[in-house]
């Protein structure tokens, strides 16, 4: 059983939308990046939406990331897990990022979007209950996880192609 801790939030003050997940894997943590697990579709989701290879160094593609007005974090600050799955995570042992800090600097978001019903749960558990969430709206996507093999690819890419403002990548699914 390990303690972990998540990474600092990518995102700049302008940010529209923000996309939670739950907690980085075991393959993000050894990498120090959002979503590093090759298989994760996160990248190649994001890189269809946004017209960018999923190739790119990690920096490029967190700069175009916020430079489309999206941010990322996670639901969870730190947690005891063995393994990557978020069920093997200990209930107990759940410490909830920053929130209310997190929104009164970035103004903006309107839009939080969950990748997977582990971080929608998350949220709603331990963030929602401490906060007024006037003025933004949440979805649940599909986990881009590879654990969550009930969808495939394009099935993914078109749930995730309603994050606003977006080009549609569903338009070639």
């Known amino acids: ?26 393959a993000s943590l050894n990498a120090g990046q959002y979503y590093a697990h090759p298989r994760n579709a996160f990248w190649p989701i ?18 175009l990331l916020q430079a ?4 990322l974090w996670d639901v969870i600050a730190a947690c005891e897990r063995s393994g990557s799955l978020d069920a093997a995570i200990v209930p107990d042992s759940i410490r909830a990022n920053d929130f209310a800090a997190f929104f009164a600097v970035h ?14 749960q998350a949220f709603r558990r331990h963030v929602a209950p401490r906060l007024s969430l006037a003025g933004l709206s949440f979805r649940r ?8 093999a009930a969808q495939g690819f394009a099935q ?8 606003p403002g977006l080009p549609k990548g569903s338009d070639s699914v």
């Open 1 to 26: 059983m390990s303690d972990l801790a998540c990474f600092p939030p990518v995102a700049t003050p302008d940010a529209r939308i923000l996309i939670l997940g739950s907690m980085p894997g075991q």
């Open 46 to 63: 994001v890189g269809e939406l946004l017209g960018f290879s999923p190739d790119l160094p990690y920096p490029q593609r967190l700069q």
């Open 68 to 71: 489309a007005g999206i941010a």
């Open 107 to 120: 103004r903006e978001i309107r839009d939080v979007f969950f990748n997977g019903a582990a971080a929608e």
């Open 141 to 148: 996507l599909p986990s881009t996880s590879p654990a969550h």
């Open 156 to 163: 993914k890419l078109a749930a995730w192609s309603v994050i």
